[in-house]
């Protein structure tokens, strides 16, 4: 089955500079890769998502990029605010459910 | 509209009872899923429902856990025995039909907090 590997596990960065996560997947069938943001307490809330015809997606602050050919996927924030402090998880979807990572804790300090 | 709900939100049990977890999702999403978080760890897939199709019950971890989902809509996750290491937030999530290419948005519910003593 697929499997996600996500990095790094924290991640500190100031106010203003640009954060980058990574995932790995195993199963190269698989065709879609949301990103979720879960604020301390609350539930996951999807942020940007891409599909696997698409090499890069960018929604303001936030972009992701997709390899397929190396099976890897990167969240990119830019200009970090500290309200953007959350944990993030990838997920690449395999047949009809969605595979997660393990999260990044990321902290924004001002 | 309405989000996705869970009841209860906190449950407190003792080792050895069963529970049972409420998930309604969004009207009509076909697509439900319950996941599990630990403490500080990440989502683990635990069972999916699509419209009247045999659910998925790969993620499961053991016979003491089953779900079901009636009518389509509301579903009940149910633990039976409970021990200790089933404390987690449990959290429910529905989507449109996902089987269609790309798939689509899971929304989640705002879970529930188990704790077994």
């Known amino acids: 089955g697929e499997n996600v590997e996500q990095h790094p596990s924290t991640l500190s960065v100031q106010e203003g500079d640009s954060a980058v996560i990574k995932c790995t997947y195993s199963d190269s069938a698989s065709n879609y890769f949301p990103w979720y943001k879960q604020e301390l307490g609350k539930r996951p809330q999807l942020i940007i998502d891409i599909r696997s015809n698409v090499g890069e997606k960018k929604d303001q602050r936030i972009a992701v990029t997709l390899n397929k050919t190396a099976k890897h996927f990167s969240l990119h924030i830019t200009e970090t605010q500290p309200e953007d402090s959350a944990v993030y998880f990838c997920?690449?979807?395999?047949?009809?459910?969605?595979?997660f990572g393990t999260g990044t804790r990321l902290q924004v300090f001002p | 509209g309405a989000g996705v709900s869970q009841s209860p939100s906190n449950k407190v049990t003792e080792k050895g009872k069963d529970v049972e977890l409420r998930c309604d999702p969004i009207?009509?999403?076909?697509?439900l899923y319950w996941y599990r978080q630990s403490l500080g760890q990440g989502l683990e897939f635990l069972i999916y429902?699509?419209?009247?199709?045999?659910?998925?019950k790969s993620g499961l971890p053991s016979d003491r856990f089953s779900a079901e989902r009636t009518g389509g809509s509301v579903s009940t996750l149910t633990i039976q025995r409970t021990q200790q290491e089933d404390s987690a937030v449990y959290l429910c999530a529905s989507s449109l039909w996902a089987l269609l290419a790309g798939g689509y948005e899971q929304y989640f519910g705002p879970g529930t907090r188990l704790t077994v003593t």
């Open positions: 997920a690449a979807r395999n047949t009809d459910k969605l595979i």
């Open positions: 009207s009509g999403h076909t697509a």
């Open positions: 429902f699509q419209g009247n199709s045999a659910p998925d």
